[in-house]
Nanobody, 121 residues
Framework: QLQASGGGLVQAGDSLRLSCVASGRTSNTYTAGWFRQAPGKERTFVAAVAWSGTNTYYSDSMKGRFAISRDHAKNTVYLAMSNLKPDDTAIYYC????????????????WGQGTQVTVSS
């Protein structure tokens, strides 16, 4: 199971850190990722991190403002977001995959419930 948290209402320029705690069996997990879905739009890839290492991969549009990381001891994946913009408003989902650093949502087998991020101008 994946439990995402940390969303909220912030102003443009603010920072926010999302958390995703994984519980249960994770032995077949190779990658943890974050996706987001804005109102009326398709779900898009944000970033991914290797489950057992430190390799990361970002969507080009997120690079520089977003940072994904993982705390192995806590089985938690974080998404630190800075200089937030109104266009970042979306539901953010964490997910895990048995594949190595995929970008497509269809390659992720387990999904959290999502956490809402709203950025006001």
């Amino acid at each position: 199971q994946l439990q995402a948290s940390g969303g909220g209402l912030v102003q443009a320029g603010d920072s926010l850190r999302l958390s995703c705690v994984a519980s249960g069996r994770t032995s077949n997990t190779y990658t943890a990722g974050w996706f987001r879905q804005a109102p009326g739009k398709e779900r898009t890839f944000v970033a991914a991190v290797a489950w057992s290492g430190t390799n990361t991969y970002y969507s080009d549009s997120m690079k520089g403002r977003f940072a994904i990381s993982r705390d192995h001891a806590k089985n938690t994946v974080y998404l630190a977001m800075s200089n937030l913009k109104p266009d970042d408003t979306a539901i953010y989902y964490c997910a895990t995959s048995s594949q190595l650093m995929p970008r497509a949502g269809s390659s992720y087998e387990y999904w959290g419930q999502g956490t809402q991020v709203t950025v006001s101008s």
